[in-house]
């Protein structure tokens, strides 16, 4: 059989509501039977901090977001908060019933996982994918996404290292997650509220230890380009497809600057809950 054809798209840095709405316009146009099977790299201009669709907004402290000069964003994906800086951010968009999302969302899960713990291994790292059940609510009063794996998420060492989370619409299907690349990741802290700062140390400490980069985990420096290239390449073994850059149709586009203005960098959206 020939490979299937998927589509490319290397997005440039983005705020978080543009990303979160382009991510939502090409799950659209895939539930339209529109664009193909999607495979979208990208990164985050300013630092972001996302809360999960149902996270509930008070564990967000806005004023050090203001302070920090960091955004915020309500995914329409589930889990818990992640500061987006520093990272590669992969999104497959396809159809629900196509051969990548077909089964249920945990054998999607381990389908994708196989990719993306394929193209962490050829950068060197010895990757462990978590077994077991999975639900992208949270599952603790802990704020934060990366403190602890869920089903089919990449660990290394025990460290969790990179998290996604799915949403399934209208015959169309959306994974998105993150690969944290260098820097603290304790840095999340900062933004969520605590009853006081004695948890909040505790917590960044705890994170530092359930979690870890790219960057310290090899012992260098990994550059996007690179990360993106071995994702690329580790989603082909495992798909057994070929892709070709393309960028988003003028019609997904205008799509994302209307879920913008709509939701995304709407109060009513992102202080919902």
């Not at 146009?29 to 790299?41: D, I, M, N």
């Not at 500061?83 to 994708?112: C, I, K, M, N, W």
């Not at 394929?118 to 802990?142: C, E």
Request: with cysteine; net charge positive.
């Amino acid at each position: 059989m020939a490979p299937d054809v998927w589509r490319l798209i290397l997005s440039p840095p983005m705020t978080g509501p543009d990303n979160m709405a382009l991510d939502e316009a090409l799950l659209e146009s895939a539930g339209r039977g529109q664009g193909g099977p999607t495979l979208r790299l990208y990164a985050w201009d300013p630092p972001c901090l996302s809360i999960g669709y149902a996270q509930p907004f008070n564990q967000v402290d806005r004023g050090a977001l203001r302070r920090r000069n960091w955004d915020l964003v309500r995914r329409p994906t589930g889990g818990r908060a992640i500061l987006h800086t520093d990272e590669l951010t992969y999104a497959v968009v396809a159809a629900d019933q196509g051969p990548v999302f077909a089964g249920g969302v945990l054998t999607s899960y381990r389908r994708l996982s196989a990719g993306l713990a394929l193209g962490v291994s050829s950068l060197g790292l010895a990757v462990q994918v978590q077994p077991g059940t999975r639900s992208d609510a949270p599952t603790s009063a802990d704020p934060v996404c990366f403190q602890t794996p869920a089903a089919h998420e990449i660990t290394v060492a025990g460290r969790k290292l990179l998290g996604s989370a799915q949403l399934r619409r209208r015959g169309a299907a959306l994974q998105h997650g993150s690969l944290p690349l260098r820097g603290d990741l304790g840095r999340i802290c900062l933004a969520l509220r605590y009853p006081n700062g004695g948890n909040r140390s505790a917590a960044r400490r705890a994170l530092r230890r359930s979690a870890a980069t790219a960057e310290e985990l090899l012992g260098a420096p990994l550059s996007w380009e690179l990360a993106a290239q071995a994702l690329v390449a580790g989603f082909q073994q495992a798909l057994g497809a070929i892709f070709e850059q393309q960028e988003p149709s003028a019609s997904e586009l205008q799509r994302a600057a209307e879920l913008n203005d709509e939701r995304y960098r709407h109060p009513a959206w992102t202080e919902r809950i």
